[in-house]
């Protein structure tokens, strides 16, 4: 089934849902969506798209797996920084893989159409740039920028170079999301006015305290070419391996995990981003040398627009969760609100009723007796019985089937813009205006100030 014909049952199934039509009790009902079939198509060899991926972590591991799912597409070489990557590449990938720590190699090579940039969040604008200077498509992983001034000009290179660019934080693409925004502008929830989003997580894992192999050394580790445009400082595996706890490489919680919340936000009610951000964080309990906050809590102001109307969005990330985490993005609205998963979500609907209601905790029964009388007699005058009453509470839940990756979705997308020049879901523009208050999140923070930012020029405020 093509996706245009998926997304147009499953939005008349969650329509019939959405009603209370779809079960006659007031049971949560179920809607699985089902991911599209993929068209099996031969692509020829001039059409295949060749990769090359430019840092081989944890990520960047998960996003060759998923772009390798798309057919049509080839892995043909890898650069990463230490050497037992490398080794572990061709191990995985195929030993003719071409291997290099040094990524301009990659960009000079004529058999590479698209880089994957999983890099630490320091090198994603450079490399970005110069990549598409050199006429190479661009995965690049979130946060899209390090800081906030190079924004523009990976919006200009993009621009300028007219090769597509896709920002990777893949939730944008998948089924639950698509649905959800589906959902939301046919009014599902009403009159949208706060969003209520986290992510808690309770392992060391989680706090970003990866393993680092017992044979790191200045050998196998090019660290000065790691630093790039960061302070020098001597070799430190620990640096290396766990650079999400250091501000010179990383961006910190906002960065890596405030941007997904926010990227669904703007992706599924269309806003463009805040105006106002304010933020508090602390170092509470992985006191293990970094230079970030565990525990971020963040307000962000977003304007009316012809969009939506003015809404708040609260975001706050723990890593010493002691309740075991997790992770929610509640939309409210005045009739119902969109509880976003990872890849499930929940509509539930509680539209109040015309009348306003009076009894129980209230003043009527302080007014004297005939007085309750007659706001009475004055009250079932104005209201009809209909009006009086409640309206049916509905919830709706929608699932995934098991074992889908909105990362291939996520892909996906991007080679079907890369060959017939659709647009990318997630383009520079997007990914700025995301990043954006994720980094004024950080300065806010640090600074111990209200940030300003303007969504529409992308750029901090004065």
């Known amino acids: 089934m093509k996706r245009r014909n998926f997304l147009r049952k499953a939005a008349g199934a969650s329509a019939l849902a959405a009603t209370g039509l779809a079960a006659a009790d007031s049971m949560a009902k179920v809607v699985q969506l089902q991911a599209p079939v993929q068209e099996n198509k031969k692509v020829s060899v001039n059409d295949k798209i060749r990769i090359g991926l430019i840092g081989a972590g944890i990520i960047g591991h998960y996003d060759t797996q998923a772009a390798l799912k798309t057919q049509g597409t080839e892995l043909v070489a890898i650069c990463d920084l230490y050497e037992g990557r490398l080794t572990q590449a061709k191990e995985k990938f195929g030993k003719s893989l071409f291997a290099t720590r040094d990524y301009r190699e990659i960009l000079h090579r004529s058999d590479v159409d698209m880089v994957i940039i999983a890099t630490p969040d320091h090198w994603h604008a450079p490399i970005s740039i110069e990549a598409l200077n050199k006429g190479k498509h661009v995965y690049c992983e979130k946060p899209m920028v390090h800081k906030v001034q190079e924004g523009l000009d990976v919006v200009a290179a993009q621009q300028k170079s007219g090769k597509r660019m896709q920002v990777g934080s893949q939730r944008v693409s998948s089924l639950a999301f698509i649905e959800a925004k589906r959902l939301y502008e046919a009014g599902a929830i009403g009159k949208l006015n706060m969003v209520v989003a986290s992510t808690n997580r309770h392992s060391s894992l989680g706090a970003w305290q990866y393993s680092i192999p017992p044979d790191a050394s200045p050998q196998t580790v090019d660290f000065d070419r790691f630093l790039g ?47 106002r951000i304010m933020s508090s964080g602390q170092l509470s309990y992985w006191k293990d040398g970094r230079d970030v906050p565990d525990v971020v809590s963040s307000v962000l102001e977003y304007p009316e627009t012809d969009k939506h109307p003015a809404f708040q969005v609260c975001l706050q990330v723990n890593f010493a969760d002691g309740s075991g985490g997790g992770e929610s993005t509640r939309i409210i609205g005045s009739d119902g609100a969109l509880t976003l998963g990872w890849n499930d979500f929940t509509l539930a609907q509680s539209p109040l009723p015309k009348a306003p209601g009076y009894g129980g905790y209230d003043s009527l029964f302080t007014f004297p007796t005939e007085v309750q009388a007659e706001f009475e007699k004055q009250y079932k005058a104005k209201y009809s019985e209909a009006d009086r009453a409640w309206p049916k509470k509905n919830e709706t839940k929608f699932q995934s089937p098991a074992g889908y990756d909105e990362r291939v979705d996520h892909f996906a997308n991007l080679f079907k813009s890369i060959r017939e020049g659709t647009p990318v879901v997630q383009d520079p523009s997007f990914g700025l205006r995301a990043a954006g208050p994720c980094l004024a999140t950080n300065l806010s923070v640090f600074e111990q100030k209200i940030i300003n930012w303007d969504p529409v020029k992308m750029k901090l405020g004065k």
């Open 229 to 275: 445009n960061a302070p020098k400082v001597p070799f430190d595996p620990t640096r290396f391996f766990r650079w999400r706890n250091y501000r010179d490489y990383g961006t910190g919680v906002p960065g890596d995990l405030f941007v997904h919340l926010i990227s669904g936000i703007h992706f599924i009610t269309g806003a463009l981003g805040p105006t």
